[in-house]
């Protein structure tokens, strides 16, 4: 592809880094909703402004950065409610193909949602900024607490992402997976209780002092776990559904459960402009990521990664261009 031109307001990025996601990989597996197959993908970035047209403060050509690759549009019905997330336009004005040399980035997300890469961070963590964001996002609204108990349904990279971060509130964490490599991982990364799916019912009683969860997430986008996640919590707790499913997909739950119980299903989709904000301080201070980059391959080699994420090796990986 011929390398972009930036105009007014735009910067064009050479990229250093940019990590596989879930989304990705479903978009190469079974096409996806959000991601036009066949077309570029990748967006989890990072990198060195190459060139810069007017209009654009606070940045010069060589500066390293990191990014997201959306920001609202802020003039919608949604953004005027403050619901950035949701803007009308935020998915349609993102910008895909970071797996590439060289990313364009439009005003509307140079002005909200490009940072300076602080030095102590290298290009492959700063490109965690958009992953790390969704995840932010997803806790934004709860009140997690030092006492809480959260089960984390799935142990791929978005549930890891949520441990870490669990982890950083001070919560008790338990997490599930598939695989027992996945188990390990996240008992490296502090994870209190690592469990297998199959075994979650009996270890869930002794955790939660036989009366459920606090907050369950589902990270698994399988409709069968989020029927499921609703067992895992306490009356009055909150199961936020994360993992998207296959589109179609429907799922039905216990109506008794839900009203009697008051639980509380939370669909969380994408991040805000604070999320962003929230999500670059955490990777500059507390939260070290690195763990979960499996490796990182040249950009030519794109396609090796994703074999192996659909084999389910590895968490992350870097392509380099
Ligand atoms: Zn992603
Ligand atoms: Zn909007």
Aim: charged content about 20%; some cysteine; aromatic content about 8%.
């Amino acid at each position: 592809m011929a390398t972009p031109k930036p105009e007014r307001g735009e910067v064009l990025v050479k990229i250093c880094s940019a990590l596989t996601c879930g989304t990705d990989l479903k978009a190469f597996l079974r096409g996806h909703p959000m991601i036009p197959i066949p077309g570029v993908f990748g967006h989890e970035f990072s990198g060195v402004i190459a060139e810069i047209a007017e209009g654009v403060a606070g940045f010069s050509p060589g500066d390293e950065i990191m990014s997201v690759h959306s920001a609202p549009c802020l003039e919608c019905p949604y953004c005027r409610k403050g619901l950035f997330n949701l803007c009308e336009n935020i998915m349609k004005t993102k910008v895909l193909g970071a797996f590439a040399e060289y990313i364009l980035l439009p005003t509307h997300i140079v002005k909200q949602n490009l940072f300076h890469k602080p030095a102590g961070l290298s290009f492959s963590e700063a490109a965690f900024l958009e992953p790390l964001s969704c995840v932010v996002h997803s806790m934004a609204d709860l009140h997690v607490r030092e006492s809480d108990r959260i089960l984390i349904l799935g142990a791929g990279p978005i549930g890891l992402l949520h441990l870490l971060l669990a982890k950083l509130k001070g919560a008790k964490v338990m997490i599930t997976a598939l695989e027992e490599e996945r188990l390990k991982m996240a008992k490296a990364l502090k994870a209190d209780v690592t469990v297998m799916l199959e075994e979650l019912p009996k270890a869930l009683r002794e955790f939660a002092d036989g009366l459920g969860v606090d907050y369950v997430f589902e990270c698994t986008g399988q409709a069968r776990v989020w029927e499921e996640s609703v067992h895992y919590v306490r009356r009055g707790g909150t199961v936020v559904l994360f993992g998207g499913c296959k589109s179609g997909t429907r799922v039905s739950y216990d109506a008794y459960r839900l009203h009697y119980d008051e639980l509380i299903l939370k669909g969380v989709f994408h991040f805000t402009p604070q999320d962003v904000k929230t999500a670059y301080s955490l990777l500059q201070g507390p939260l070290n990521v690195s763990p979960l980059i499996s490796g990182s391959y040249p950009l030519g080699d794109v396609a090796i990664p994703f074999e192996k994420l659909s084999a389910g090796e590895g968490i992350k990986y870097a392509v380099i261009p």
